[in-house]
């Protein structure tokens, strides 16, 4: 079974599936989001709810942001991750972004947004446990429809999960997508890390 699997991923027509940019990353054919895409279009509608406590959440009467306001007239570094908590997500994902925020500033780089399919108060506890929150701004995608728009949503059952997401980054500059990489799996961190977006800026 696990030759078969194998083969399959390594088969032509599953490699055709996938479009590789000049610089070997990876940007999955199905997935709504490329290279020019303007992401407030492709997700019409959609909005993401900023990292807050509880309280925090009651006092704003659950307000939430539109994809608007995060990246008009912005240059943002955006990465979706498969949930707050999980290992690599915290292991490697936002440590790789926390640890270059410096060099996304020094070119020019207005926001770097970490955003996951949890509700934004999980998202919360898990940006302060990992102290990130100076550094990175983090949204949560409570229903999946941000992630779903841009055709990057993903069943993680498996691993009793549920509804998520691929792991993935982006830049963004006013609202359109100038690069994207997606990870062949979500376990996998060889192009969604801050290492190759910073290259592409």
Known sequence: MAMSLLKLRNSP???SAANISPIGVL???FSKLSEGTDITSAAPGVSLQKARSWDEGVSSKFSTTPLADIFKGKKVVIFGLPGAYTGVCSQQHVPSYKSHIDKFKAK?????ICVSVNDPYTINGWADKIGAKDAIEFYGDFDGKFHKSLGLDKDLSAALLGPRSER???YVEDGKVKAVN???APSDFKVSGAEVILGQI
């Open 182 to 184: 997606v990870e062949e």
């Open 27 to 29: 940007s999955r054919a």
């Open 168 to 170: 993935w980054s982006a």
């Open 108 to 112: 020019g780089i207005d926001s770097v």
């Open 13 to 15: 027509a599953l490699r």
